[in-house]
């Protein structure tokens, strides 16, 4: 996966198989690895594609994504919802924006990942997709800070 710098801008495009999409509650999947001490990644946006396979849907009961640090725990992104976006038997994309009202300590933002999580608003994991040919990418622009 290659990393575009547009000015203080970076861009990845992070591929997620089937068997990691059905899991991203238990194992959220990072987007950036933790920048270094005095550091802070920004997050901008992401596009979210999800690659319909062809052989059956990814199955959900009100579950929702989120982008956010050390694992997802601390939300950066809006709520990304997958009701009518990973349950569909085509391609679909989504766009995430950035939560702008984010208060926290230092010590949960500085130095933590980014990460994608499923926040699991149905109580469980997405399920189908039995064939394991369905899979999502994620298209993230996000900065380096200092802190």
Known sequence: MAVYQLGNVYYKKISLTSAEVKALVASPKELVATPGSGFIVKYHS???????GGTNVFTEAGDNFQIGYNDGAV???NTIETTGFIDQAADQWITSTA???????????????LALKNIGGGGGEIAGNAGADNTLDVHLWYSIVEA
């Open 99 to 113: 939560n702008y009202d984010i208060t926290d300590t230092s010590a949960n933002l500085e130095n933590k990942n």
């Open 46 to 52: 992401a596009d979210l594609k999800l690659n319909y």
């Open 75 to 77: 939300q950066v992104s």
